[in-house]
């Protein structure tokens, strides 16, 4: 769909204009997680967001699509569709269009965005950027960019601050039982393609992924990437992924044939590298227990490894083991046990039991952070390494979340009105005190390793700090690459 950008609101957008009171000619605001409340976190003490996406806002929507579908359409093109769909939906004559008449004869976009390095950690309160108007007539337009703004926004800061947290529970048992650190980039995969809302929700969702990982299926993400964050896939590594089968290749062999499935898979087509193959067609525990002792041989000879994927059933028991089930059996055990018992492995320096090279799991239904954990800590609870097995995060993931995961919201705090600043701010009696505003012009510094807002700020005052300014006038002035954010995470 070729998106307008003056459509790109909510209606209630379209009079504010003649709302605020008369002579005002500057509109300052923010964009701040407000709450944690929903957070989904692993640490509920120490609650903070990492900060991506505003670069792609700022070019694909504020500089090309207003661009190509406004500045550089004709105006009288312009004009009669807005009034059109102002009249036919508000009433004839219900918005005025010199407005926007004097927008387009401008030429550019007159705001001004300041903003946090993208990547950076930041706390529940803080500003991670701010935006006011750089031409007086042009007041309204601050906030009416508030709703596109916060579409575009709040999904890859939550997506990124999700991976983030991902990312510290693999360390954090990769450490504690010897996984080696190099395979945490790749211990969890992107699958959440297909159960996202949209398809730029979902490419926009796997580069906040891809912050903190390398492993992903969703390809237009690694597009992203390249065509908005400076990423090279020729000179680094962006994403990745490996050959894999779906139930439809399984199926198609035939449940009588699926051995020699398998055994075609690995030597025919795939006799070296990684090979994903779905394993719980029509019975998991025989694929585990019987095929891989029938290619024992085959499987150890490759050069590469055989990751098997389990894809049905709660997945703490199917890859720790199901204490209901009798002892000795399959279930019972769980995959990675049952495994090790086939091909065994190595003792990680700290003790742990970790699969010989050339097999492995993949476990890509339903995970949560919550269930991921659960699988760690079962798994170090019986000797084994984290690193026995890799997590596809899916639509549990990154779909299951809202705006209010981390109360993301554009308020206004400061304006001019006759020539004399006004510090505004919001404070409902009715409300728990999550919805306060800050108020006046906003500060942000670094102090002690973490980000503190200074209110009611002079305007030399604003002027410091560690918001930048990003974008002005209709141009880029600060860009940031994906090696930028990457290494500013890899910090943290």
Known sequence: MKINPLNAIDFYKTDHRRQYPEGTTEVYANFTPRSSRLAKVLDS????????????????????????????????????AYQRRMDKSLGNGAISMQHIEALHDLGYLPLKIKALPEGSLVPIGIPVLTVVNTHPDFFWLTNYIESVMSCYLWKPITSATTAFQYKKLM????????????????????????????????????????????????VLAIDLLEDYYDANADQEIIGTSVPATEHSVMAMGMQEEELETFRRLIE?????????????????????TEYTVMLKEKILGRDGKLVLRPDSGDPVKIICGDSSYPQDTPEYKGA?????????????????????????????????????????????????????????????????????????????????????????????????????????????????????????????????GALQTIFENGKLIKSYSLADIRQRINQE
């Open 336 to 464: 990675v046990q049952c495994l090790w018992e086939i091909f065994g492995g190595n003792i990680t320096p700290q003790g742990y039991k970790i699969l010989d090279a050339h097999i492995g799991l993949i476990y890509g239904d339903s995970i949560t952070l919550d269930r991921a954990y659960n699988i760690l800590k079962q798994l170090e609870s019986k000797g084994f390494a984290s690193g026995n097995v890799v997590f596809g995060i899916g639509s549990y993931t990154y779909q299951y979340v809202t705006r209010d995961n981390f109360g993301f919201a554009m308020k206004a705090t400061s304006g001019v009105v006759n020539d004399k600043r006004r510090d505004i701010f919001k404070n409902p009696k009715t409300d728990s005190g999550t919805k306060k505003s800050a108020k006046g012009l906003l500060r942000v510094e670094q102090e002690n390793n973490t980000y503190v807002l200074y209110e009611q700020q002079t305007i030399e005052e604003e002027q410091q």
């Open 45 to 80: 003490d120490n609650i903070q967001v990492i900060f991506f996406g505003l670069q792609y806002f700022i070019k694909d929507y504020l500089m090309d699509c207003w661009q190509e579908n406004f500045f550089k359409v004709d105006k009288n093109k312009v004009i009669s």
């Open 171 to 218: 360390r954090d048992y990769a450490i504690k039982t010897g996984t080696p650190l190099d395979f945490i980039p790749f211990q969890c995969h992107d699958f959440s393609f297909r159960g996202l809302s949209g398809i730029q929700d979902a490419i926009i969702s796997g580069a906040g992924h891809l912050t903190s990982f390398c492993g992903t299926d969703t």
């Open 268 to 288: 025919d087509l795939y006799p070296k590298g990684i090979v994903s193959i779905v394993s719980d067609t029509w019975d998991f525990w025989k694929v585990i």
